[in-house]
């Protein structure tokens, strides 16, 4: 279970580093300060680095020096979330309304901390790509990365990413092949009536009853269209109408997000939401003006590269700390746009229940998207020695399958 020798020495420098990422956060599109931090480190570690992908993307560069091979890519996310924090600690957020509270600051450092010691130690073949990606938290920032060239500039074998997991051990992993994070989508349905006085409902066609009635049938979508074995969430979360009590309004707008983990249940659900509420509005005189937005797709493991790390994982920490299949969870996670592109696994990292954080953290519970969050500095080495371990492994795996 031990990790590698390094990194437990580097363990106070690699926190300070974690937390001045988290002293700093920055949202999507603008880690301009997180990406110098990150370009300065590969620089002195002497990791050629290429920058610009996806705006403010940074991917370094790592060749090994026992000669040419497979290439495997390393992601990590480096944005913040729009959200105050609650945590008055020394290292809590600068930037007003902004704050690492998913926990990128620590999968950033990680991938800093393996990179350190991949450059101390090139003794493998073929190349490794440090993927530091922008924008994850609904903005797509994997996708972006991919449009401006990610695997056309750097071709890779596979790619793999991770989440620090709350409530999971710290230090524990788990992963599963096939869909380990669902899709994201949303919805909106405008419904067009007819305005009218409240004392005189048959005047007008009423959009609002349209819209409760709208939203009770959205319902049996998934319990009565969609195959009972597969798993998916139709939330219906804002119905805005009306502005006084005796006017019956023109208009009613009803919003919602889909979660599946496949792409067929995803199908079937948006052409029900179509044709279920453009129906029940005909039958009630209104009409609908229908939007469907599919944000990310299921992140979906590839089977090869999720048994080569469950192996690892089990060989190096014990089976015991390695959950195989995980359950998985209806979040999203936008590094599934680099699946559908390249071979590779997704795992979560245990980030443990909070007991981790210092005085001075919120009084929430330690959970993603949380203004008490704080990630757990003590998991720096283990996902660093993970990094080294899948990245030395593969590479060597596949130079052995060739020769």
């Given at each position: 279970?031990?990790?590698?020798?390094?990194?437990?020495?580097?363990?106070?420098?690699?926190?300070?580093?974690?937390?001045?990422?988290?002293?700093?956060?920055?949202?999507?599109?603008?880690?301009?300060?997180?990406?110098?931090?990150?370009?300065?480190?590969?620089?002195?570690?002497?990791?050629?680095?290429?920058?610009?992908?996806?705006?403010?993307?940074?991917?370094?560069?790592?060749?090994?020096?026992?000669?040419?091979?497979?290439?495997?890519?390393?992601?990590?996310?480096?944005?913040?979330?729009?959200?105050?924090?609650?945590?008055?600690?020394?290292?809590?957020?600068?930037?007003?309304?902004?704050?690492?509270?998913?926990?990128?600051?620590?999968?950033?450092?990680?991938?800093?901390?393996?990179?350190?010691?991949?450059?101390?130690?090139?003794?493998?073949?073929?190349?490794?790509?440090?993927?530091?990606?922008?924008?994850?938290?609904?903005?797509?920032?994997?996708?972006?990365?991919?449009?401006?060239?990610?695997?056309?500039?750097?071709?890779?074998?596979?790619?793999?990413?991770?989440?620090?997991?709350?409530?999971?051990?710290?230090?524990?992993?788990?992963?599963?092949?096939?869909?380990?994070?669902?899709?994201?989508?949303?919805?909106?349905?405008?419904?067009?009536?007819?305005?009218?006085?409240g004392a005189m409902p048959n005047l007008g066609a009423d959009p609002v009853i349209a819209a409760v009635s709208i939203a009770q049938g959205l319902q049996t979508i998934i319990?009565?269209?969609?195959?009972?074995?597969?798993?998916?969430?139709?939330?219906?979360?804002?119905?805005?109408?009306?502005?006084?009590?005796?006017?019956?309004?023109?208009?009613?707008?009803?919003?919602?997000?889909?979660?599946?983990?496949?792409?067929?249940?995803?199908?079937?659900?948006?052409?029900?939401?179509?044709?279920?509420?453009?129906?029940?509005?005909?039958?009630?005189?209104?009409?609908?003006?229908?939007?469907?937005?599919?944000?990310?797709?299921?992140?979906?493991?590839?089977?090869?590269?999720?048994?080569?790390?469950?192996?690892?994982?089990?060989?190096?920490?014990?089976?015991?700390?390695?959950?195989?299949?995980?359950?998985?969870?209806?979040?999203?996670?936008?590094?599934?746009?680099?699946?559908?592109?390249?071979?590779?696994?997704?795992?979560?990292?245990?980030?443990?229940?909070?007991?981790?954080?210092?005085?001075?953290?919120?009084?929430?519970?330690?959970?993603?998207?949380?203004?008490?969050?704080?990630?757990?500095?003590?998991?720096?080495?283990?996902?660093?020695?993970?990094?080294?371990?899948?990245?030395?492994?593969?590479?060597?795996?596949?130079?052995?399958?060739?020769?």
């Amino acid at each position: 279970m031990t990790t590698l020798p390094p990194f437990t020495t580097w363990q106070d420098e690699f926190t300070a580093i974690r937390r001045d990422l988290h002293q700093f956060p920055e949202l999507g599109y603008t880690e301009y300060r997180t990406a110098d931090k990150i370009a300065y480190y590969l620089e002195q570690w002497q990791i050629p680095l290429h920058r610009g992908l996806g705006g403010t993307g940074v991917v370094g560069i790592l060749k090994g020096d026992t000669g040419p091979g497979a290439a495997i890519g390393l992601r990590a996310d480096i944005d913040a979330l729009p959200m105050p924090e609650q945590n008055t600690f020394d290292h809590k957020s600068q930037h007003e309304g902004i704050m690492h509270a998913c926990g990128h600051d620590g999968h950033t450092t990680m991938l800093l901390a393996a990179a350190r010691y991949l450059s101390q130690h090139r003794n493998f073949n073929g190349t490794i790509y440090f993927i530091f990606q922008p924008a994850e938290e609904g903005l797509g920032g994997a996708k972006k990365m991919i449009d401006d060239g990610l695997f056309r500039l750097f071709p890779m074998d596979a790619v793999f990413g991770l989440h620090n997991w709350p409530g999971m051990p710290a230090g524990q992993f788990g992963l599963r092949t096939g869909a380990i994070m669902a899709s994201s989508s949303t919805f909106s349905l405008t419904i067009q009536g007819k305005g009218a006085h409240g004392a005189m409902p048959n005047l007008g066609a009423d959009p609002v009853i349209a819209a409760v009635s709208i939203a009770q049938g959205l319902q049996t979508i998934i319990s009565r269209n969609l195959d009972p074995l597969e798993q998916a969430v139709l939330s219906i979360t804002q119905i805005h109408a009306g502005s006084a009590d005796n006017v019956i309004p023109d208009q009613a707008e009803l919003r919602g997000t889909v979660r599946t983990f496949s792409n067929e249940a995803l199908d079937l659900i948006e052409k029900r939401i179509g044709e279920l509420s453009s129906q029940t509005a005909q039958a009630l005189g209104c009409s609908v003006q229908y939007e469907f937005d599919r944000r990310y797709p299921p992140t979906i493991n590839h089977l090869e590269p999720t048994q080569f790390c469950a192996q690892l994982l089990q060989d190096w920490r014990g089976s015991e700390n390695v959950i195989y299949p995980v359950q998985p969870s209806m979040g999203a996670e936008d590094f599934s746009f680099m699946l559908e592109q390249v071979p590779g696994c997704y795992l979560f990292l245990g980030n443990g229940d909070g007991d981790h954080r210092a005085q001075g953290h919120g009084l929430g519970p330690c959970t993603l998207h949380n203004g008490s969050y704080d990630f757990n500095d003590q998991l720096i080495p283990i996902g660093a020695t993970y990094w080294v371990k899948l990245a030395t492994s593969w590479l060597q795996a596949k130079h052995d399958a060739t020769n």
